[in-house]
């Protein structure tokens, strides 16, 4: 593994691993977890990193293997040490940072690849959702070794699942059916079907300062902001990747401030004022990489792939696009920004790499 610290990012390269998600340590400053494949995810196994920064870039911390590829890892709201990750074979995963041994505990229902993982950010409540291609959301309490409800109704695979961090008892989940779904786990049940996309939703994630407003990403190359007060159209829409949006993220500092990454090896950061990877009928990478290069759709049998930038706006202005950043040389599939500095971001790629850096857009007053 090789650590740099060039210009205003620093870098872990990983040889072998593909990054898959990243997000940030809420407790500890700067640690950052990764969940990563081998082979692409398409075989292989998967690899959960830990990592500090350092005078010299990034150093590792810890390291756990798993027998297939990691899809998404989330970090414990009570636990500092605790993490949940996800994978290709159907589980989840629950480990310790301050244990080297393997996982505490295996979590296996999904009957397809798990795509998504989170945990409920409310207080009063430990529960962590997953999303799977098995076209179901699973409730789970990590203290119980069994889920307590799954959730159906979604009609192709899930991308994306995320918890309210205002309303108790609230997740969204974004899919390839095209659309977005409001779930109440009390009612057990869906409250808001939006048709946000007329293509396959990726991601989503929702305001840090409105309970109202969330943002989906698509292969339409959009990202949408929806008011559930009002679902009719959304309120806001910002273009500018040529590619599909793998991810999508509000910024836990600013209220009006958002970011994607997407197939096109951009990440881009938008400020607005009013607030993938199918493992199936897969022969080669590189002629999936050839069909995606030459297509004006990021799509192949359920195949969603690309380079990926991030990008950031500011709806509020006449041309919302803040910044492109632009450092992979393969897709990029996580981004995540910090919870305890309010310009620091962080992505992982496929080319073997994980970055932590300061957008100039955030260290610049908007």
Known sequence: MNAVCGGAARTLRVPGRHGYAAEFSPYLPGRLACA??????IAGCGTLLILDPNESGLRLFRSFDWSDGLFDVTWSENNEHVLVTCSGDGSLQLWDTARAAGPLQVYKEHTQEVYSVDWSQTRGEQLVVSGSWDRTVKLWDPTVGKSLCTFRGH?????????????????????????LR????????????????????????????????LV???????????DLRNVRQPVFELLGHTYAVRRVKFSPF??????????????????????????QNIDLVSKIKMY????EQAALSGLLLSWTPWRFWNFSKPDPLLETVEHHTEFT???DFSLQSPTQVADCSWDET?????????????
């Open 292 to 295: 995606i290069k030459h297509q």
């Open 354 to 366: 994980i970055k932590i850096y300061d957008p100039a857009c955030l260290t610049i007053p908007a």
């Open 254 to 279: 600013h209220a009006s401030v958002l970011a994607s990454c997407s197939y096109d090896f951009t990440v881009r950061v938008f400020l607005q004022s009013l607030l993938i990877l199918s493992r």
């Open 36 to 41: 990563a494949a081998q082979h692409y995810g």
């Open 216 to 226: 989906t990403g698509a292969v339409d190359c959009s990202l949408r902001g929806w």
């Open 155 to 179: 009609e192709n695979v899930i991308y994306s699942t995320i918890w309210s961090p205002h309303i108790p008892g609230c997740f969204a989940s974004a899919s390839g059916d095209q659309t």
């Open 182 to 213: 409001i779930w109440d786990v009390k009612a057990a049940g869906v409250r808001i079907v939006i048709p946000a996309h007329q293509a396959e939703i990726l991601s989503c994630d929702w305001c840090k300062y409105n309970e109202n407003l």
């Open 333 to 335: 599939c996580g981004l």
